[in-house]
């Protein structure tokens, strides 16, 4: 079976503090697809990034960074100096063959002034 | 313009009643989806659509239907409501497969 376990709940930082929001997922495919979703307060939810399993390449986009470790099967979300604009609920999502999506339960960052 | 929208963006009504959500794209995506966040923010695919097939997860209720008039437009109707069915429903839409989704802003039903 699939799973997407994000085991932190709910994290808080003072802003510029850097965090990172884990993920870890279960999965027999050798094809798979990892996703990340912002969801700030306003409800709706936002694409933040895509990773397929065959590419273990970090990525780095402004102050987001994604570490992808086949090994650990995990997919964790970094953001650096974080502000208060990163306050959200962030969901880690897992996609197997047949438009089928596995959402984590989220964790919700709260970015204190 | 609003790439997925939804109506009604709240909607409260009584148990036992039916009653349907709309959800259109302008993305012209091929594939279409519903989801039920609860009250704890658990994100669950309901069903996933495109012009060809239509998946749903086994937990879902069949009280619960989608129907497709077109491409563009997949609703959601709910018969005899109960109080757990009481959520935020998102629509979302993507061109198929692993591809980003882009969600609606949401309705939120409450069954009193």
């Known amino acids: 079976a699939q799973k997407v376990t994000q085991a932190q709940t709910e994290i808080s930082v003072v802003e510029k503090e850097d965090v990172t929001l884990d993920c870890v997922y279960e999965?027999?495919?050798?094809?798979?697809?990892l996703f990340w979703y912002k969801q700030p307060p306003s409800g709706e939810l936002v694409f933040l990034i895509r990773r397929n399993s065959f590419d273990e390449q970090n990525e780095i986009s402004g102050r987001y960074s994604w570490n992808f470790q086949k090994s650990t099967s995990s997919f964790n979300f970094t953001i650096t100096a974080s502000q208060v604009v990163d306050s959200a609920v962030y969901f880690c999502?897992?996609?197997?063959?047949?438009?089928?999506?596995?959402f984590g339960t989220g964790t919700s960052l709260t970015v204190i002034p | 313009d609003t790439a997925v929208s939804q109506t009604p963006k709240y909607l409260v009504t009584q148990m036992g009643n039916d009653k349907s959500i709309k959800c259109e794209q302008n993305?012209?995506?091929?594939?279409m989806y519903w989801y039920k966040q609860d009250s704890k923010k658990f994100l669950k695919i309901m069903f996933s659509y495109n012009n060809k097939e239509l998946i749903i997860n086994e937990t879902v209720p069949n009280r619960f239907s989608p129907k497709s008039p077109d491409k563009a437009h997949l609703n959601l109707h709910i018969n005899s409501l109960e109080l757990g069915d009481s959520a935020v429903y998102f629509c979302?839409?993507?061109?198929?497969?692993?591809?980003?989704?882009?969600f609606g802003p949401g309705t939120r039903l409450t069954v009193l």
């Open positions: 999965t027999r495919d050798t094809t798979y697809y």
């Open positions: 999502a897992h996609y197997r063959a047949g438009n089928q999506f596995y």
């Open positions: 979302a839409s993507s061109q198929g497969g692993p591809n980003e989704q882009f």
């Open positions: 993305l012209g995506h091929d594939t």
